[in-house]
């Protein structure tokens, strides 16, 4: 599904990622982790267009994505959440969502400013397609609800919706669970066990290791900018150099 | 609403008791327009005063024939579309017979479509020759023409015997105006133009321009613009060591300039209206008295010296009150009289207008003056 | 015909007037640096402190020295008050409201500058005479000594100050990394208003020491100041010597222009340089490409 | 399942009535328009109101910009005399009936815009503030310095009105509906245009550009296409103002006209179309009352940017909306009381 091709970025000097390369099965649920400043972010970064990489090439289902802008590759599948939570803060739930739909939709400035019928149907289509997912995650009852007002862990769940209604091949997760607490936890692993049973890939950065050993059937442990390991959750368990690293941080 | 009622409430309160006094008349309502803030503040502060200064000394004199007047003075900003909404509501709510102002060609220019559709006579207060070229049935002016100014420094550089001129205007609308009357005159004079320099209104250093003139082989340097520009110049002349003579515009006939300009001021040569030079002026000359009359009464209310930028404002409500006095108060009257007048002494000059001039002086309206020992003098 | 001396007198003025676009973009760079804010206003500092000298030097006949410091400390203290009672109070700050408070400051002091002191220009007193000197061939005035010598002084100041001093680099650090600053104890809202404190201080110097040559108003300052916003992206809004680069580039080819191109498109040469710096290399032409931020 | 469809209805009936409640606030303000004049017959009030459509024409442009992408322009005033001197210079020199040099203006000014909008949108902030207000300054000179085009500074007069076969444009009664058309007109397509996909995506901009890219939004080429269409729409009412005034000088089009107009947006609401008449219509009869102050209407204004940005950034339309929605739940809580 999605492959890195020797990776490399180098920021004013400072290498942050040196030659990594992996790959992402089609159907799977792939968990990214590795001590701070190991690259994770970097990574997700580099995949999504925000970074340009200094070398190393990126393909997605074996097409090379490394020179495409950001925008152009939720329509070919792709698409993130972010750490922090990115929300338009100013916009109703539902409204978030409906942009989560901007790439199933194509009506121009003109046809939006004189309301021509197609883009009237497509509006109908969108709203219905967007009140669908955010029953997908629980938050219909938010739907007129000011993004900002929400609290912080259906924030997360809006994010989800929102890249969901994208309807993507492959979803990478900035630590997804991060700020949760384990109710909140525990429910975000449903969730994504939903979306994975739905067919679609998961790639998650996590610093919660038994959400990552729980739900990941394959693990990338990146130390220092390099791969450092790469295998099932029990494997990874076991690689010596795997705990040495986390040993050593600690 | 409310303040309509209210307005209606107080307007019958001031009916009940003017009849009991004996002015039963109503006033006779005149308009004023000036840039009294924004860039041309210059222009409409002087003129502001001056048109409330007169306002009110015609009224203690008894009014025009009984009749007191009232003067409604709105500020332009020297912004058109400001002009524009100001000369609406003077003529549609406020019911003004005539207007005086505009201060800048700008503004008059905006507003003439309005007072020629309304029938409303003009007495601008601005420069700009296309005021009253051609002649618009409504439209009068008391500001002396540019070119009027151009020609008498023309006139007194061909006695000079100077034929190569650099000019250094100002990028708006008095520098413009101005610069197009250097151009289009030169030639008649039989001067040549060699550098043809401009700076912007807001410069603080126009020695790039000055150094390119001195370079240039002229024989003299006109400047054209109001201040505090021309007084950079001056300064940057001086700071240079260019030895030509100087000439500048009437844009600067205040001592504000000799202020701002220092030691470089003396020497500067540059055409007038008669107001600077009141006190010299010969017995004889028609306006001695006006002059002098102004230029005290100016002192008195507002203590700083009356130009003739606050003349333009007393000539158009000395005109205004002239046509009144001859012909009544309808606005038709008013133009009437107003194309009527002849030999009007007054601040700017001697005016006679005419069917087919609306501007009324002749190049008569200038003298030349020389600024000597931060003062004036007169040059024959 | 001999070109040499022109194209001198060009270049000197060119740099005595690029001098005080470095000094005034100063103002900028600092408050900058520390906020992350472009201070619209700054400009007003440069007029009030040409006003509060004019004002206590010849309607107060002050000696020279005290109207000077007090004109300086009235302006220091309008910036203290401007940072505390419209910058501070503002909770969550986006560049769109900082851009509308401080046009608005802008807006609010030159009104009430005109206010007070009327719309006329004034002539403010050289400090040394105005008896031109003489240097190959082109001449400058004394005042546009004083204006070099001040703008070095303040630089050595400054670089002193940032470099060396505890406070100075506390500012730094707080303009680096604002929260790792708050981390390590260092008062951030004190750095913020100490930073306000220098830049209206410095552009308030500007202001006295430009007013000589160039006479005061209530409205000098808007032009000025985007002058000096010109000089400080040129410079790559950098607190040192990029800005008097910056400036002294800006005045160069701005009397360049006026010499051999146009005179009429001056302030349009300014501001197309400033497109093009934003354009094409917005990290400013003397500063090393910065990394990456998302 | 039952439950599902329930909820899905509740909600999408709540955002049925209000888009409903949208079309019937358009038309009460369409009403509203229409027959003011006839309450104001003979009065210069007409006039100003005149200028309060091409402000409010204005004003919606740059709210398109500012309040719903977030991208500021300081330089807005340029659009305004872009479509003003191509308009006054082609009818003028050129004899071209007023409609055509409304077009052309309009393409002359979205062309230019769309061209600088690449390099100018891509920076952000305080730097686009800048660079904007730049532009707006270059533009200023412009219009300035080529007199052999434009007049320079004294202005270009003798711009010929508008006209339809017989109808005359020359009269405030006549150019009231002739202007209020297209602001409403202008009004209704914004309104179309902030709640459709294109809409939704410029605030998502303004709110996170690095999200809403995530999302598939172009953010680049959309945030151009909205800064050419604020143009196009700045560029007619500027083309309208010349032919209404026929007489236009670059004093009107500086860089304080551009403040303005950014002052109108903030003052009656980012983000709100009925925000911008409003901020117009202070804006423009604000004068009116300041002249009782006379000079102090600067420091006013002044005041006013500061005030409002600190308090009420959502502008004077949210402070009604609060006070509107205040009474509304009174009202409605009475009538639930009954029920």
Redesign the interface.
Known sequence: MLRLDGITKIFGGLTALEAVSLEVKKGSITGVIGPNGAGKTTLFNIVTGLYTQTSGEVYLAEKNISRLATESLAALGLVRTFQNVELFGQMTVLENVMVGLHTKSRSGVISCAFKLPRQIKEEKYIKEKALNWLEFTGLTAEAGNTANNLPFGKGRLLEIARTMAAEPQLILMDEPAAGLNDMETAQMAGLIYKIWESGITVVLVEHNMDLVMDICDSIIVLNLGKKLAEGTPREIQENPAVIAAYLGEG | MLKKMLGLVVSMMVVGLMAGSSFAAPPIKIGALFS??G?A??LG?PERNTAEMMVDEINKAGGIKGRKLELIV??TQ?????A??AA??L???DKVVAIIGPST??DT??I??VVE?AEIPLVSCAA?I?ITDPVKKWVFKTAQNDALAVARIFDYLKKQKIAKIAILTV???F???GREQLVAQAGKFGIQIISD????P????M???L??I??GGAQAVVCWGT??GP??VA?NV????IKLPLYMSHGVSSL?FI??????AEGIILPSGRVVVANHLPKNDPQKKALLNYVDNYKKHYKVEGDHFGGHAYDAIMLIKGAIERGGDSPAAIRDQLEKTSKFAGIGGTFSYSSQDHAGLTSDAFVLVQIKNKGWTLLK | ?D?SP?LF??VL??LS?GAIYALIGFGFAIIYNATGIINFAQGEFVMLGGMLTLFFLVFLSFPLIPAIVLAILISTVIGIAFERLAIRPLKNATPLSMVIITIGASILIRGIAMLIWG?????VPAFSG?D?L?IAGA???PQHIWIFAITLLIIAANKIFFNYSIVGKAMRACAYNSQAASLVGINVKTMVLLSFVISSAIGSMAGII?AP???T?F??G??LGLKGFCAVIIGGMSSGLGTIMGGLLLGLL???G??YIS??Y??AIAFIILLLILFVRPEGLFKQKETERV | MLQLFLKNGLVAKTTMTKEKREIIIFLIFTLAVLITPFFLR????L??LV?IGINTMLAVALNLLLGYAGQISLGHAAFFGLGAYVSGVLTTRFGLDPWLALVIAAAVSGVLAFIIGFPILKLKGHYLAMATLGFGIIMFIIF??T?AVTG????L?GIPNIQISSLIF???WSNYYLIWTITLLVMLLSINLSQSRIGRALRAIADSEVAARVMGVNARLLKVQIFTVSAVISAMAGSL?AHT?????P??FGFNFSIELVTMVIIGGLGSIYGSFLGAAILTIL?EFL?IL??F??IVYGLMLIIMTMYLPGGLISGLEQIAGFIGSKIKSRGGSHA
């Open positions: 009294v803030s860039p503040s210059f502060e709105y500020d020297a912004d058109a579309t400001k524009v909404q609406n509501k003529i549609k709510d060609t700008g220019m905006a003439i479509p559709k700009g296309k990028s708006d609308g520098g413009s105006s320099e401009t700076y912007g807001k410069d603080t250093d020695t790039a321009q150094t390119k001195r370079s201040n505090p007084a950079v300064r001086q700071q240079l060591g504000k202020d701002l300009a220092g030691p470089a | 015909m070109n022109q007198q060009y003025s060119g007037n719309k006329d220009t004034h002539a105005n031109p003489y001449t400058i005035l430009i040559l160039t006479m108003s409205d000098v808007i032009m701005e009397s360049l006026a010499g005179a009429s001056k302030d | 003979g009065s210069y009030f006039n100003v200028f300035n310095e007199v320079g500074p004294s202005g007069s020359d009269n405030d103002y005034m026929t007489f236009i000088s004093a009107s004068p002249r006379q000079d209407d600067i």
